[in-house]
């Protein structure tokens, strides 16, 4: 059997082939649909991100500690809470349902864009950690520092952050700097 004949014969749809055969009809809507579920559910996913919801913070931190402080441990909680959400992606199941039961499916065209779509954040957590594996590969200093500077910005506490500026006499003085708003800063860069 071709690649393509195999191809189309996994994904419910007939492929043309240079040799002028006629493609078969295209798919139904009810799986161009399931298509379009999937990739809604993978850019809401994305969306949903606790970086991506946070993005803004960056260059303009909540104007107060608290709210800063509220930020990291909502991460914090993500990461070690109940979904394991590694990369800030609220997983809806849990890692034992998503890993259960691995069978043939009955109907591949209906299934794949069903699992894409039902498990969108758990296959995002997992191309994030197999990019951190990769990196760590290509440049571990780089890929070991940023963990470790994730893991010191949500298990240290938020003292550990603050810091003082010298300024000349005309300015002030001393300035403090740092505190939650850069522990934020550090989160969301590592």
């Known amino acids: 059997m071709r690649r393509d004949d195999l191809l189309g014969a996994l994904l419910g749809i007939g492929m043309a082939t240079a040799a002028g055969r006629a493609a078969a009809p295209a798919p139904s809507p009810m799986v161009a649909d399931s298509w379009s579920a999937a990739q809604a559910a993978w850019s809401a996913a994305l969306q949903g991100s606790w970086l991506w919801r946070h993005r803004a913070s960056f260059l303009r931190p909540p104007p107060t500690e608290d709210e800063c402080e509220a930020l990291c441990n909502e991460l914090l909680q993500m ?77 240290s506490p938020p003292e550990v952050f ?20 850069l522990r934020l800063r550090v989160a969301l860069v590592a």
């Open 162 to 181: 603050d810091a003082h500026l010298l300024l000349p006499a005309k300015w002030g003085g001393v300035r403090e700097v740092g505190g939650p708003s």
């Open 79 to 155: 990461m070690v809470g109940a979904g394991r959400a590694v990369a800030g992606v609220s997983v809806p199941l849990s890692w034992d349902v998503f890993c259960g039961e691995f069978r043939a499916p009955d109907h591949p065209a209906m299934r794949v864009p069903s699992n894409l779509a039902r498990c969108a954040a758990h296959y995002i957590t997992i191309f994030f950690v197999i990019g951190l594996l990769g990196a760590s590969l290509g440049h571990p200093v780089l890929a070991f520092g940023l963990c470790a500077l994730l893991v010191i910005a949500l298990a």
